[in-house]
Nanobody, 128 residues
């Protein structure tokens, strides 16, 4: 079965760090652009960071620039999101998504509905 599975979420204090992982099963992740999205209660799903299939292009939401880093290891079939200096407003369910359409990663992050596959999400809670 084709799957994307997120992991690494949890409860962390403000200023702390988490590393999320998005692992693909049943398909080759290296053929897909991957995006991280998040949705907080009462808010729409928003793009956090996206990365091209090769890893050569990335995009970050203004709210996470300088704090989050997206990376991928295609040999491991996994994309990561390193989250540092976490803030309470980062609290959300984080999802990864994949597509193999020809588009800039900026567009991928801006338009979640264009993505083909979604993971189940992992909860990130930033609280003291």
């Amino acid at each position: 079965q084709l799957q994307l599975v997120e992991s690494g979420g949890g409860l962390v204090q403000p200023g702390g760090s988490l590393r999320l992982a998005c692992a693909a099963s049943g398909f080759t992740l290296g053929n897909y652009d991957i995006g991280w999205f998040r949705q907080a209660p009462g808010k729409e799903r928003e793009g956090v960071s996206c990365i091209s299939s090769s890893g050569s292009s990335t995009n970050y939401a203004d709210s996470v620039k300088g704090r989050f880093t997206i990376s991928r290891d295609n040999a491991e079939n996994t994309v990561y999101l390193q989250m540092n200096s976490l803030k309470p407003e980062d609290t959300a369910v984080y999802y990864c998504a994949a597509h193999n359409k020809a588009m800039p990663v900026q567009i991928m992050c801006a338009l979640p509905t264009l993505n083909d596959f979604w993971g189940q999400g992992t909860q990130v809670t930033v609280s003291s």
